[in-house]
T-cell receptor
Framework: GNSVTQMEGPVTLSEEAFLTINCTYT??????LFWYVQYPGEGLQLLLK?????DKGSNKGFEATYRKETTSFHLEKGSVQVSDSAVYFC???????????FGKGTKLSVKP | DTGVSQNPRHKITKRGQNVTFRCDPI?????LYWYRQTLGQGPEFLTY????????KSRLLSDRFSAERPKGSFSTLEIQRTEQGDSAMYLC?????????????FGSGTRLTVV
């Protein structure tokens, strides 16, 4: 069935380190792919998206590329900041009711 | 555009009590979704509306749960006879049908604690 698998957290990095959070998915067809971010006590905010194969989504220094051949959408950032500390969710729009299918989330902590 | 608004932000209730949450979507969005997020998990789909019609309910939505969107604007989610397993964050999201590729707008959620 439809699912999203993210790397287990928590991930702890020092400021300015390189970040990769792996995400793979199973879906029928080629749904849009999303990364959402959740700061403590808040709802989900859309971070970036890609709607078709080979598309690269980017925002606030974060990037992810829609890889059809590996069914992946890994999140990367070249230099993380303390303010990037949050939980990151990978999702696809392949739910049967147009709903999003989410991964379990990866908690990122960035230390100064 | 004030975004998606959810009330209350937090709710603590005793087991067996009924609770009701409210979601005000972005005004021009015709689809409204409810999700549940338990600790350490991603959000899971509960139900959705297109305008005032409730078009689908997931298996997670037991008979104690009911949702309405009477005028196709705001929506309410009621849980009757709450159980400790209902403790979770309840998230609402809205979108216009046909715009799914652009991402859904989520509210800040209602955190329910059943004691």
């Amino acid at each position: 069935g439809n699912s999203v698998t993210q790397m287990e957290g928590p991930v702890t990095l020092s400021e300015e380190a390189f970040l990769t959070i792996n995400c793979t998915y199973t879906a029928t067809g080629y749904p849009s792919l999303f990364w959402y971010v959740q700061y403590p006590g808040e709802g989900l905010q859309l971070l970036l998206k890609a709607t078709k194969a080979d598309d690269k989504g980017s925002n606030k220094g974060f990037e992810a590329t829609y890889r059809k051949e590996t069914t992946s959408f890994h999140l990367e950032k070249g230099s993380v900041q303390v303010s990037d500390s949050a939980v990151y969710f990978c999702a696809h729009g392949g739910g049967s009711q147009g709903n999003l299918i989410f991964g379990k989330g990866t908690k990122l902590s960035v230390k100064p | 555009d004030t975004g998606v608004s959810q009330n209350p932000r937090h709710k603590i209730t005793k087991r067996g009590q009924n609770v009701t949450f409210r979601c005000d979507p972005i005004s021009e969005h015709n689809r409204l979704y409810w999700y549940r997020q338990t600790l350490g998990q991603g959000p899971e789909f509960l139900t959705y509306f297109q305008n005032e019609a409730q078009l689908e309910k997931s298996r997670l939505l037991s008979d104690r749960f009911s949702a309405e969107r009477p005028k196709g604007s705001f929506s309410t989610l009621e849980i009757q006879r709450t159980e400790q397993g209902d403790s979770a964050m309840y998230l609402c999201a809205s979108i216009n049908s046909g715009s799914e590729n652009y991402g859904y707008t989520f509210g800040s959620g209602t955190r329910l604690t059943v004691v």
